[in-house]
T-cell receptor, first 115, second 116 residues
Framework: AQSVAQPEDQVNVAEGNPLTVKCTYS??????LFWYVQYPNRGLQFLLKYITGDNLVKGSYGFEAEFNKSQTSFHLKKPSALVSDSALYFC?????????????FGTGTRLKVLA | DAGVTQSPTHLIKTRGQQVTLRCSPISGHKSVSWYQQVLGQGPQFIFQ???????GRGNFPDRFSARQFPNYSSELNVNALLLGDSALYLC???????????????FGPGTRLTVL
């Protein structure tokens, strides 16, 4: 079965410190991986994706993610957190099930950046 | 450019009623997907439409149906509403179908459905 796991329900980090939001995946074949962010009462905003190539992917708002095939991980990172980064973050993998491609989302990690 | 738009923003229905949610994709996008996001969970895939044809269906009952129009907008219909259908319904659009290697889905703000 194809799946995504976000092991932390919440991550707290001080403003200005580096942040990491963890994601591990299970998928057959080459993984297509995504990170989205959701602000209160809003839809999901695309941050970045990994399709192939460089294991370090740069995205919007200073975020980046590191793909690690041996550890089946795709952790989201930012060198210096802002209070405005506080939101709900979702990792997703594109999976193929019964001939249907679909995005499979994790349960989300709430990031809280403290001033 | 306008992003994905959805209407209505909020909706309150009672059990047994029927509801129709609407979505307009980003201009030039031909694929629309629908997701259900229950409070505290990640979005769950319901349908994908590409070029007006259903290309994928998630594990949802037949009470859920959808269609895509010639202008690529889409409607999601839910019949015989249950309390458990209360959720945020998200629409996402992409240039091509999900099988494309360049596919990225862009989400609308969602419709908050409350079933009483």
């Amino acid at each position: 079965a194809q799946s995504v796991a976000q092991p932390e329900d919440q991550v707290n980090v001080a403003e200005g410190n580096p942040l990491t939001v963890k994601c591990t995946y299970s998928v057959s074949g080459n993984p297509y991986l995504f990170w989205y962010v959701q602000y209160p009462n809003r839809g999901l905003q695309f941050l970045l994706k990994y399709i192939t190539g460089d294991n370090l992917v740069k995205g919007s708002y200073g975020f980046e993610a590191e793909f690690n095939k041996s550890q089946t991980s795709f952790h989201l990172k930012k060198p210096s957190a802002l209070v405005s980064d506080s939101a709900l973050y979702f990792c997703a993998v594109r999976g193929l099930t019964s001939g249907t491609y679909k995005y499979i989302f994790g349960t989300g990690t709430r990031l809280k950046v403290l001033a | 450019d306008a992003g994905v738009t959805q209407s209505p923003t909020h909706l309150i229905k009672t059990r047994g009623q029927q509801v129709t949610l609407r979505c307009s994709p980003i201009s030039g996008h031909k694929s629309v997907s629908w997701y259900q996001q229950v409070l505290g969970q990640g979005p769950q895939f319901i349908f994908q439409y590409y070029e007006k044809e259903e290309r994928g269906r998630g594990n949802f009952p037949d009470r859920f149906s959808a269609r895509q129009f010639p202008n690529y907008s889409s409607e999601l219909n839910v019949n015989a509403l249950l309390l458990g259908d209360s959720a945020l319904y998200l629409c996402a659009s992409s240039l091509a179908g999900a099988g494309s290697s360049t596919d990225t889905q862009y989400f609308g703000p969602g419709t908050r459905l409350t079933v009483l």
